[in-house]
């Protein structure tokens, strides 16, 4: 081992090892205990991207006076977005106050540092100062100071590994964004909001009868969803904080498969009031209901392009489910999707350059991609029950649900198909995840 | 505000009125978000059951099954669902005030959207059915469940037949 670290008279370090290792078993414990207790969405990393970038973020100076820990959920972000390698270098903090010995990181293999303190404040709240360092080049990439409450620990771990991400990656991180899913046990159905990562799960509807089709506003304060409470499906709108709900489509017949425009004025949904599956399009309010397009077959699940010009589609109108899109104004609609006889769900991400669905390869639904300049299409999946793909906000992973086990389980892959995670609820079917938007900082 | 609260008046009304124990609370309860900046409140789902006139429910009258089964990826009656369908057919040309919702329903294989429109296929096939047998258009609402309300709940074939079905739904019973 070359070279000393500066800091072997820090308290952290100097910390009797057994002290230390009892509050990790503690901390573990807890862990352990409120994850029964919430049954929340555990996170099993499955794949790795080929290239992980070597990175050292410490435990914070001063971590030990918040109640709960920011570090270790930093870590966990990161670790689990497959483009990171946590390089450890044990209890030893490195103050945000000093540069570091960035030889010394170096020579452990991390090309990059982070240096963060948490200082205490007087109306109890906590400042976290944090620096991220580039120990190649020798320099500093960039800091930030947070203020937070004690209670705010996992948003304020979300931002810091957005910045770090960010930074390194020189894509926005997506750690700081929620999910929404929907969780069947035995005949009880839940529409659950969570973390990114799974943690935090709050119901936003319970109900006796399925809800699927859940679409996020832009905002991110609002959900569209179907709901068969009324014994046919019929689309709502609710907003998470108040919980004040609005039946925006039902129309004789069905009601189903909503999404927002990207300015958030405008629905497109799909209703049998003139007979078969097609598209309409509504205000978000429920009125000024036009008809898109007219087909003799099904037209179902539209999705917005992010330029507002064009909606994707499913339809079965030249005989077997394909994806289509059309202008938004109204037109003809041109076919995207070729190879096959079952391709579904269309999804763009935020930069309208993938474009994420369903397909049928020999009898097995698996999670594809189509860059839209190209036309490339890849299969990202190897997994047979994949259903309902979306983008995280920067585009870099796609959530799906899938089955493991006779259970609906949900499970996210990168664009690229190389790192794959596993989210799971314990006893219970999850399914029709969709990934929020970017948080407004 | 009054645009906001009226949705969930009606819904906490139509609660009252369909369920005999009492409205399940529809209230809106704001939590806090532990550490994250916004809320998200819970909200329970009001549900409807009822029964409707003894003939519809009695098991020794034809009246009392509902359901209409398809082949895979098929939308025709087939022909032993007929003496079923006329006989709903019957009590509907008889009883104009009678109305009755149609669920269509497949199996789970495949985008809960594109099953949901593949529902109300089989649906309207019962729904146009009973209509050239006499049933007025104004009293049948057909809707698709999609995939979401399986009968029976294994990946088996025969399990997925007994999911590729129209249910007929009375007055009171939706």
Redesign the interface.
């Known amino acids: 081992m070359t070279g000393t670290l500066r800091y072997n008279s820090h308290p952290e370090y100097a910390m009797n090892k057994t002290l230390h290792a009892l509050r990790l078993i503690l901390a573990a414990a807890l862990a352990t205990l409120s994850l029964a207790a919430q049954a929340q969405l555990s996170i099993e990393i499955t794949g790795a991207g080929a290239a992980r970038f070597p990175v050292v973020v410490p435990i914070f100076e001063n971590e030990s006076a918040l109640p709960r820990g920011v570090s270790d959920i930093v870590k966990a972000d990161l670790e689990r977005s497959g483009l990171f390698n946590l390089v450890d270098i044990g209890p030893l903090a490195l103050p945000e106050s000093r540069v570091p010995d960035l030889n010394d990181l170096r020579s452990r293999g991390a090309d990059a540092a982070l240096a963060a303190s948490v200082i205490p404040q007087p109306d109890g709240r906590y400042e976290i100062r944090f620096r991220l360092f580039d120990t190649q080049k020798q320099q500093e990439i960039g800091g930030q100071v947070l203020r937070m409450a004690p209670a705010q620990n996992r948003l304020t771990a979300h931002r810091i590994a957005d910045f770090i991400y960010e930074k390194l990656t020189g894509l926005p991180g997506y750690f700081s964004t929620r999910i929404a899913y929907v969780v069947k046990s035995g005949t009880r159905y839940e529409l659950q909001i969570a973390d990114a990562d799974g943690a935090n799960p709050q119901a936003a509807l319970v109900s006796r009868e399925p809800i699927i089709s859940p679409a996020w506003s832009p905002d991110g304060q609002r959900l569209a969803y179907v709901s068969f409470e009324q014994k046919k499906p019929i689309i709502y709108v609710h907003t998470l904080a108040t919980g004040q709900r609005q039946v925006v489509a039902n129309f004789k017949g069905s009601n189903s498969a909503p999404t927002w425009s990207p300015d958030g004025q405008q629905l497109a949904v799909v209703l049998t009031k003139d007979g078969l599956s097609q598209l309409y399009v509504l205000s978000a309010d429920g009125s000024g209901v036009r008809r898109l397009a007219t087909s003799s077959g099904i037209d179902t699940e539209p999705a917005w392009a992010p330029d507002g010009q064009w909606i994707y589609f499913t339809s079965d109108r030249g005989g077997s489910p394909q994806i289509y899109r059309i202008p938004t104004g109204g037109g003809s609609a041109q076919r995207v999707t070729f190879e096959g006889t079952y391709n579904v769900t269309p999804r763009p991400s935020a930069d309208g350059r993938l474009l994420a669905f369903i397909t049928r390869n020999n009898g097995r639904f698996q999670v594809a991609v189509q860059d839209l300049t190209t036309r490339q299409t890849t299969i990202l999946t190897d997994s047979t029950r994949d259903e309902s793909p979306s983008f995280a906000p920067n585009g870099r992973m796609i959530l799906y649900a899938s089955e493991s086990g006779g259970r609906g389980i949900l499970a996210a892959v990168s664009s690229d198909g190389r790192v794959k995670q596993r989210l799971s609820v314990q006893a219970a079917d999850v399914r029709e995840p969709a990934w929020g938007p970017a948080q407004k900082q | 505000m009054k645009?906001?609260?009226l949705?969930?008046l009606?819904?906490a009304l139509?609660a009252a009125c369909s369920s005999p124990g009492g409205p399940e609370q529809t209230g809106?309860?704001?939590?806090d978000?532990?550490?994250?900046?916004?809320?998200?409140?819970?909200?329970?789902?009001?549900?409807?059951s009822g029964s409707g006139i003894a003939a519809l429910t009695d098991p020794n009258n034809i009246l009392s099954k509902r359901s209409v089964f398809f082949d895979f990826d098929s939308f025709v009656i087939k022909a032993e669902a007929k003496p079923l369908v006329e006989a709903h057919a019957r009590f509907l040309v008889q009883n104009p005030q009678m109305r009755i919702?149609i669920?269509g329903n497949t199996d789970e294989?495949?985008?809960?959207?594109?099953n949901?429109?593949?529902g109300?296929?089989r649906a309207?096939a019962v729904k146009q059915a009973l209509q050239l047998l006499g049933a007025k258009e104004g009293q049948i609402?057909?809707?698709?469940?999609?995939e979401?309300?399986p009968r029976c709940t294994e990946?088996s074939d025969a399990c997925f037949a007994q999911n590729r079905r129209s249910d007929i739904?009375y007055s009171g019973e939706?």
């Open positions: 645009q906001l609260v949705p969930a009606l819904a139509l809106a309860k704001v939590e978000r532990a550490g994250s900046g916004s809320g998200v409140a819970t909200v329970t789902a009001p549900s409807v919702l669920q294989r495949g985008s809960r959207e594109y949901l429109a593949l109300q296929k309207d609402e057909s809707v698709s469940l999609g979401e309300k990946s739904l939706f």
